[in-house]
């Protein structure tokens, strides 16, 4: 399992690994059912606090991917579903950071970006930039 932080990027350590989980899990490498490695595990690894580690998992408990059981651990519940997005001659797309109520509509909390499509017709679709891949027609 290869998880790695940038510890002089500016963005804060907890988004960073809880990233990185959600890769492990998308990736198959942490299936539904596995226990996510514990605070201690990667605070030796890693080199993190156990307030990293707990916020980390609180972001991946918001966007629906892990449940936790007190003295026990975390736990995956879910894996994303990728979503294939055809992109037309004229689309355009931007990668933002979502507002509040799309996060709850797409339950990302605040680790994942969005990509706003702006199609050639000029109407707007908001996908989750974690699970979204855009094809060309």
């Known amino acids: 399992m290869n998880i790695q932080l940038q510890f002089d990027s500016g963005e804060p350590l907890y988004l960073q690994l809880a990233r990185e989980i959600r890769k492990l899990i998308i990736e198959g490498q942490l299936p539904v059912g596995t ?12 080199g993190i606090s156990r307030q990293t580690y707990t ?5 991946l408990r918001r966007a629906g991917l892990v449940s936790t059981r007190r003295g026990v651990g975390a736990f995956v519940m879910a894996v994303p579903q990728s979503c294939v997005i ?7 797309i931007l ?4 507002t509040q109520e799309e996060r709850d509509r797409l339950a990302t ?15 707007t679709e908001v996908h989750s930039a974690a699970v979204t891949v855009c094809e060309a027609e």
């Open 35 to 46: 226990q996510v490695p514990t605070g201690r595990e990667l605070g030796a690894t890693l």
């Open 55 to 59: 916020e980390a998992i609180a972001e």
């Open 86 to 92: 055809p992109l037309r001659r004229g689309d355009r």
């Open 95 to 98: 990668s933002r950071i979502p």
């Open 109 to 123: 909390g605040y680790l994942t970006w969005v990509l706003e499509i702006t199609r050639a017709d000029g109407t």
